[in-house]
Structures are given as C-alpha cells and as structure tokens.
C-alpha cells in the first residue's frame, strides 16, 4: 500500500506560479512511475504531466501546459513536485497526485494509476 498526499494548492492570480508538491510513502520511492491529473466539476479527469522513475527520467505534459508546467521529483525526500508558472484561469482544478506501480508506461490514463492522492485545489482568478 502506498500512501499519497497533495499540498501547495491555493488561490493565485493570473499569470501568477504555485508549486505543488506530492509526498508518498515506501521504501521504494525511486520505482514509482508517478503523474499529476486535474479534475473539475462535471468532467473527467486530464493527465498534466508524468515523469518516470528517476530524477533524469522521461517527462511527459499535456499540451495545455507545455512550457509553462515542469514536473521533477526528489527521491531522496520520496517526494514529486508541479512547479505551475504562468497560470491561467482554466487551470483552475483539483490537481492529484498518482502512483503507477508497477509501471505500465501509459502515461495519460488514470485506470493505469494505482494510488491516488486526496486532491489539492488550485484556483486561478481572472
């Protein structure tokens, strides 16, 4: 069992940058293929962006976010982060934290996801 836990949301203007960060339990940190998702009301949930196993591995984003959006991760803290510059309105989201383990390689589909955070809600104002 994996433990996953969100923070860093909060309400920020536009243009402005949050970061968040996502701490997950295990000894074996560095083999969690992990993502970060964002839902709002009525919709379904959209991958962000992902990165693989370790601190130099693969990164992946959804376009929407390209360039504006960087994922890393620390493992020696067994922690993931989303550094959010730039941000817009529609970004306005609850944002998860999830876990692929074992590793699936399908980076955009949440079923492929094993553990999943409680949320942390970003709201961008206008």
């Known amino acids: 069992q994996v433990h996953v836990i969100e923070s860093g949301g909060g309400l920020v203007q536009a243009g402005g940058s949050l970061t968040l960060s996502c701490a997950a339990s295990?000894?074996?940190?560095?083999?969690?293929?992990m993502g970060w998702f964002r839902q709002t009301p009525g919709a379904e949930r959209e991958f962000v962006a992902g990165?693989?196993?370790?601190?130099?591995?693969?990164?992946n984003y959804v376009d929407s976010v390209k360039g504006r959006f960087t994922i890393s991760r620390d493992n020696s803290k067994n922690t993931m982060y989303l550094h959010m510059n730039s941000l817009k309105p529609e970004d306005t989201a609850v944002y998860y934290c999830?876990?692929?383990?074992?590793?699936?390689?399908?980076?955009?589909?949440?079923?492929?996801?094993?553990?999943w955070g409680q949320g942390t809600q970003v709201t961008v104002s206008s």
């Open positions: 295990g000894d074996t940190f560095s083999s969690y293929k």
């Open positions: 999830a876990v692929d383990l074992p590793p699936r390689g399908r980076w955009r589909v949440p079923d492929d996801y094993d553990y």
């Open positions: 990165i693989g196993m370790r601190e130099t591995d693969e990164t």
